[in-house]
């Protein structure tokens, strides 16, 4: 049996104010050539399907059109489940409808499918709260899958109702997994957990990870999952939240994050993107390979001392996303910045970095308190800017805003 393993789409995320929609159409229908060519037997989408509760119209039509193709009129069934930016009942609404097409959607940690079968041979043999047993059209054994999408811990002491109410997270999902485990998980099919948490060994330093990525560890007083908290008889572990792919250390099984299609923050810059490839059987050890996705713009981070080198990197990359650092003695101009944005039409952030403060502070410092209020605030704007003047829209703005108090 063959899985494809991919998380964090993350549909409709801009970086900025720059739209990423056409690269995540290219990515997206890469990750179905993969999934076409690799023969995949089913899909598991492991969280973080959408960047935000409210995903546009956009982003859900591509969400959907992209499902649509890989389960291939429903014989290769997609089991998509939440993550912390989902909207679980967002997620879930369009279930009943999904089903039909051999795509399960799971938005809570208890969400339970009900047994049903597709004229293509997909049929749901068992189902409980967090778990899923598949027959599929072309394998002669089940595969069993424990889904856990994102919750904070409160809303998962209130689903699995702990008699101590003090039980820390991990210890309550452990023991949640294993019962699940010991009653479904046996050694005549295969046995997948899929999950959209915050992964580590005991012990280890967790890597830097994107800001808008990091606070899933602490909402609700939520704990870093260990990967000794997962069952024996699971063989595989697919995890969401994690933009870069990486897999765990386990003397148990693969415990893999597959990563982000796209890189998604300077953070990420100059990573490589992967989907994970599952091959396995039951009572058997899986074999993991990553598959790197090609489509997409690189994010660089570039640093120039003054224009002439600045114009030279950019012309370098040209095809990149970019975070420019520009050294300079005062302050980029107006001028200057148009003509770096004119050579490059993907600058996203253009930092200046002022190598003689000093006299940037001394000349700032020292404005003349007689200036008419206009000037005063030109002033002030190139001071609280790094010398940047007010544009024309902006001196516009204020305008209007003097002539509303005279």
């Given at each position: 049996?063959?899985?494809?393993?991919?998380?964090?789409?993350?549909?409709?995320?801009?970086?900025?104010?720059?739209?990423?929609?056409?690269?995540?159409?290219?990515?997206?229908?890469?990750?179905?050539?993969?999934?076409n060519n690799e023969k995949v037997d089913a899909i598991i989408i492991a969280g973080?399907?959408?960047?935000?509760?409210?995903?546009?119209?956009?982003?859900?039509?591509?969400?959907?059109?992209?499902?649509?193709?890989?389960?291939?009129?429903?014989?290769?069934?997609?089991?998509?489940?939440?993550?912390?930016?989902?909207?679980p009942d967002r997620i879930e609404t369009a279930d009943p409808l999904a089903r039909e097409c051999g795509i399960f959607f799971i938005g809570y940690p208890d969400s339970n499918v009900k047994p049903f079968e597709l004229d293509t041979g997909v049929k749901v043999i068992a189902s409980a709260p967090g778990f899923i047993e598949l027959k599929l059209p072309d394998?002669?054994?089940?595969?069993?899958?424990?889904?856990?999408?994102?919750?904070?811990?409160?809303?998962?002491?209130?689903?699995?109702?702990?008699?101590?109410?003090?039980?820390?997270?991990?210890?309550?999902?452990?023991e949640d997994w294993q019962n699940i485990a010991d009653?479904?998980?046996?050694?005549?099919?295969?046995?997948?957990?899929?999950?959209?948490?915050?992964?580590?060994?005991?012990?280890?330093?967790?890597?830097?990870?994107?800001?808008?990525?990091?606070?899933?560890?602490?909402?609700?007083?939520?704990?870093?999952?260990?990967?000794?908290?997962?069952?024996?008889?699971?063989?595989?572990?697919?995890?969401?939240?994690?933009?870069?792919?990486?897999?765990?250390?386990?003397?148990?099984?693969?415990?893999a994050y597959s990563g982000s299609p796209l890189s998604y923050s300077f953070a990420e810059a100059n990573q490589q993107k992967y989907v994970m490839i599952v091959d396995i059987e039951p009572n058997q050890e899986a074999k993991v390979s990553a598959i790197e996705l090609k489509q997409g713009k690189k994010l660089v981070r570039l640093k120039a001392k003054g224009m002439e080198e600045a114009e030279f990197l950019l012309a370098d990359h040209q095809n990149c996303l970019v975070e420019l650092?520009?050294?300079?003695?005062?302050?980029?101009?107006?001028?200057?910045?148009?003509?770096?944005?004119?050579?490059?039409?993907?600058?996203?952030?253009?930092?200046?970095?002022?190598?003689?403060?000093?006299?940037?502070?001394?000349?700032?410092?020292?404005?003349?308190?007689?200036?008419?209020?206009?000037?005063?605030?030109?002033?002030y704007f190139k001071h609280t800017n790094n010398g940047l003047a007010p544009n024309e829209n902006i001196l516009s703005l204020l305008n209007e805003v003097v002539a509303e108090k005279e």
């Amino acid at each position: 049996m063959k899985i494809l393993h991919t998380a964090d789409w993350h549909i409709g995320k801009k970086l900025e104010s720059y739209n990423r929609i056409e690269e995540q159409k290219l990515v997206l229908e890469e990750i179905c050539t993969i999934a076409n060519n690799e023969k995949v037997d089913a899909i598991i989408i492991a969280g973080d399907l959408f960047d935000t509760f409210n995903p546009s119209s956009e982003a859900v039509e591509l969400f959907y059109q992209t499902l649509k193709k890989l389960t291939k009129q429903g014989t290769v069934p997609v089991i998509a489940i939440s993550g912390n930016h989902d909207s679980p009942d967002r997620i879930e609404t369009a279930d009943p409808l999904a089903r039909e097409c051999g795509i399960f959607f799971i938005g809570y940690p208890d969400s339970n499918v009900k047994p049903f079968e597709l004229d293509t041979g997909v049929k749901v043999i068992a189902s409980a709260p967090g778990f899923i047993e598949l027959k599929l059209p072309d394998t002669k054994y089940p595969l069993r899958i424990i889904t856990t999408p994102y919750a904070n811990e409160y809303r998962i002491k209130q689903i699995l109702k702990p008699e101590d109410k003090e039980t820390e997270l991990r210890a309550l999902l452990q023991e949640d997994w294993q019962n699940i485990a010991d009653k479904y998980c046996d050694t005549e099919g295969v046995n997948i957990l899929a999950t959209h948490l915050f992964v580590i060994n005991k012990g280890e330093k967790p890597q830097e990870e994107p800001d808008d990525e990091k606070p899933i560890l602490h909402v609700g007083g939520a704990q870093a999952i260990f990967t000794e908290n997962f069952p024996q008889q699971i063989q595989y572990v697919a995890l969401g939240h994690l933009h870069r792919k990486q897999i765990i250390a386990s003397i148990k099984h693969p415990v893999a994050y597959s990563g982000s299609p796209l890189s998604y923050s300077f953070a990420e810059a100059n990573q490589q993107k992967y989907v994970m490839i599952v091959d396995i059987e039951p009572n058997q050890e899986a074999k993991v390979s990553a598959i790197e996705l090609k489509q997409g713009k690189k994010l660089v981070r570039l640093k120039a001392k003054g224009m002439e080198e600045a114009e030279f990197l950019l012309a370098d990359h040209q095809n990149c996303l970019v975070e420019l650092t520009l050294e300079t003695d005062e302050y980029i101009s107006a001028k200057d910045r148009q003509l770096l944005h004119q050579l490059h039409a993907g600058i996203i952030t253009l930092i200046p970095q002022i190598t003689n403060k000093n006299k940037l502070d001394s000349k700032f410092n020292t404005i003349d308190i007689n200036q008419d209020f206009k000037s005063l605030f030109a002033d002030y704007f190139k001071h609280t800017n790094n010398g940047l003047a007010p544009n024309e829209n902006i001196l516009s703005l204020l305008n209007e805003v003097v002539a509303e108090k005279e």
